[in-house]
């Protein structure tokens, strides 16, 4: 889901929080050495999402927000700020030679590898690891017999 997060909306951030969880606190994010990424080049999206980015050619920033059940994507486009909504359920995290993509909900986004995408090594080994944890803790592997 993605919304229009620009200004601030009761409805939205109560729709936020119920999907991925209210934000960490200044103290938990503080343990977790942050619970954001630095912003990040987007290479490509999906061809649902290009409404969602700058018309013009022009450079495109996202960054990521980690919550305790899934993360928001925080997209640029101009002055608007849209937020795509992803729960752990539904988020898959590709890395390949040049960057890494995040795909959900039949959507996905390509990161470009540069040295701001390699300052945020780090929050993507956090976001995993909360993802691991989040799939341990909620879902059963089915037997294969």
């Known amino acids: 889901m993605i919304l229009n997060t620009t200004y601030t909306n009761k409805k939205h951030e109560a729709l936020i929080n119920d999907l ?72 898959a995290i590709n890395k390949s030679s040049n960057g890494s993509s995040i795909h959900a909900e039949g959507k996905f986004i390509n990161f470009r590898a540069n040295s701001n995408f390699r300052e945020n090594k780090g929050f993507f080994d956090k976001l995993l690891n909360e993802k691991v944890k989040y799939e341990a803790e909620y879902h059963t592997l089915p037997s294969f017999q």
């Open 20 to 91: 991925v969880g209210k934000p960490y606190s200044f103290w938990q994010s503080i343990m977790m050495k942050g619970t954001g990424s630095k912003r990040m080049i987007i290479d490509e999206v999906s061809p649902n999402m290009n409404n969602y980015l700058n018309s013009v050619p022009d450079v495109n920033y996202a960054n990521l927000e980690m919550r305790p059940v899934g993360i928001l994507v925080r997209i640029n486009k101009g002055l608007n700020t849209y937020t795509w909504v992803i729960p752990y359920y539904k988020l």
